[in-house]
């Protein structure tokens, strides 16, 4: 228990006392409340004598281990090499026939393979301590702390990366889970021709603004046990599981002898039952989707290229674009006035947004076409962010909020994107603004992998000044190797949706 005697105030008690005391009790009361390095070169009284107080343990406000969710869930296996190549079977034949008379030689049927290979990526950060620094008294060893700390900092960008990297626009990345399940391509080696035969097929479900609910959960687990999975993890952004659970709240019961009845009101779901098994559900905060940003935001690092000198819409007629005025999930219209802004993106960061100034009326079956023109600079673009407002009344872009919807690579562009002729980037609606992503999977190392050619792990540097020098790295690749045994959702709303203003 603290007492006034923890102070050195002899002979005075609370209420009173010695003279002597009672002074010393008034110096205190008196102390002031400015820290030492506010009393320097000051004439004054008792504040100068005062010892600082200072909390002896570091207060942690960044991320815990605990809040990289996913990168714990995913199997972790060893690389062998930079490259690192698996096989699928594709097919054990085509199922035809099977039924012969007796004695009769049967036909042949030949099973499908496909060899496939992610490269290895290399993650690191460096670390610098100063001599000084390791010498003083303090509350934490420095070094071991920054080591700490250079490890938590990889952690991030690996859990973030497992779901956002594309080595198409970013060469240096890896690809991320949804990068590999989009596998899109000509020849034998991929799934889909082309985004549009990838977003009809069974493994993506577009929510369209909706918030998720159980029904689509369900739906999931039968069109992943379609392909022959079975589902066991829902992994999404925690504001995704925190409105699913919302949407269970209006249907909760309070039973005797239960939580609710001692005092507990509400119950969150950890797991859905769905007809083919369980369902975790794991909310990771590091999935969510890139923050919106204005025209007044810099570029997010002095290394990031250019932004677009110009950028210009135009509306083309195409049947494949998903704008409605009245989309299946019953929400608002996805028709209306909307401004239309770019940035640059390289490995480093990405620049500042350049917004075409005039609204573009977004209308169905009309295609907004981007044209880019490439900003000049001394750090070319990989690639661009494309970003949309919602619908607006507003007669100019100034102050506005633009979300990010998707990104494509400079040589994606060059070729024509979504339809659209060669050096202009179309979208077709495919990604609304301000939504989420989530996936479902049958979580286990013969679906999907991290191989890790090393570790996590510290490599200290020689000794160049009065510091010490270390880099903190981790080589591995994402490995998908049944991509129909997982299901994406897209455009999920991160609100128990009602109505909404896209």
Avoid at 236 to 243: C, D, G, I, Q, R
Avoid at 447 to 468: E, H, N, T
Wanted: hydrophobic share 40%.
């Amino acid at each position: 228990m603290v007492t006034l005697d923890d102070y050195n105030i002899e002979g005075a008690g609370f209420m009173g006392g010695e003279r002597e005391g009672q002074e010393q009790l008034l110096k205190a009361m008196q102390a002031g409340q400015i820290t030492g390095e506010q009393t320097l070169g000051l004439s004054l009284t008792q504040e100068p004598l005062k010892a600082e107080s200072l909390e002896q343990t570091l207060k942690l406000i960044e991320f815990r281990l605990t809040d990289i969710k996913l990168w714990n869930e995913v199997p972790k296996l060893t690389a062998y090499n930079t490259v690192e190549e698996f096989l699928q079977l594709a097919s054990y034949g085509t199922q035809r026939g099977g039924f012969y008379d007796e004695g009769e030689l049967s036909d042949v049927e030949d099973s499908s393979y496909i060899r496939k290979s992610e490269q290895v990526k290399y993650m690191q950060v460096t670390g610098e301590v100063t001599m000084q620094a390791q010498m003083v008294r303090s509350f934490v060893d420095a070094m071991r702390k920054e080591t700490e700390n250079k490890m938590m900092w990889i952690l991030r960008l690996a859990n973030t990366s497992l779901t956002k990297a594309d080595s198409n626009i970013i060469p240096q990345q890896f690809n991320s889970y949804y990068a590999q399940h989009q596998s899109i391509g000509s020849g034998a080696n991929f799934l889909y021709l082309t985004f549009e035969d990838y977003y009809n097929s069974n493994v993506v479900v577009d929510l369209r603004g909706a918030s998720l609910k159980q029904g689509d959960i369900e739906n999931a687990s039968v069109a992943i046990d379609s392909n022959y999975g079975t589902a066991d993890r829902l992994f999404a952004p925690s504001t995704v599981v925190s409105a699913f659970a919302q949407d269970y709240f209006k249907v909760q019961r309070i039973l005797q002898g239960g939580a609710g009845f001692e005092g507990k009101i509400g119950t969150v779901p950890k797991t859905v039952s769905s007809t083919l098994g369980d369902i975790g559900l794991v909310s990771d905060k590091f999935m969510k989707a890139d923050p919106a940003r204005n025209l007044a935001n810099p570029a997010t690092s002095v290394k990031a290229p250019t932004a677009p000198s110009a950028v210009s819409v135009s509306l083309n007629a195409d049947p494949l674009v998903k704008y409605s005025a009245s989309p299946s999930s019953g929400l608002a219209t996805e028709l209306g006035n909307v401004f239309y802004g770019v940035s640059s993106l390289n490995r480093y960061g990405e620049s500042n947004i350049t917004a075409y100034a005039t609204p573009v009326t977004l209308a169905a079956g009309q295609r907004p076409d981007i044209t880019i023109t490439p900003g000049v600079g001394p750090l070319g673009a990989n690639g661009y962010v494309i970003y949309r407002t919602k619908i607006t009344a507003a007669g100019s872009p100034t102050g506005l909020t633009f979300y990010p919807i998707f990104k494509v690579s400079t040589s994606d562009v060059a070729g024509g994107y979504n339809g659209a002729a060669a050096g202009v980037v179309g979208d077709r609606g495919y990604f609304l603004p301000d939504m989420e992503q989530a996936f479902m999977i049958e979580s286990n190392e013969d679906v999907y992998s991290f191989k890790q050619l090393a570790p996590i792990s510290k490599l200290d540097l020689a000794i160049l000044s009065m510091s010490r020098r270390f880099i903190t790295f981790l080589f591995g690749t994402p490995q998908l190797y049944t991509p129909k045994k997982m299901l994406r959702f897209i455009n999920v709303s991160r609100t128990l949706a009602g109505t909404v203003n896209f």
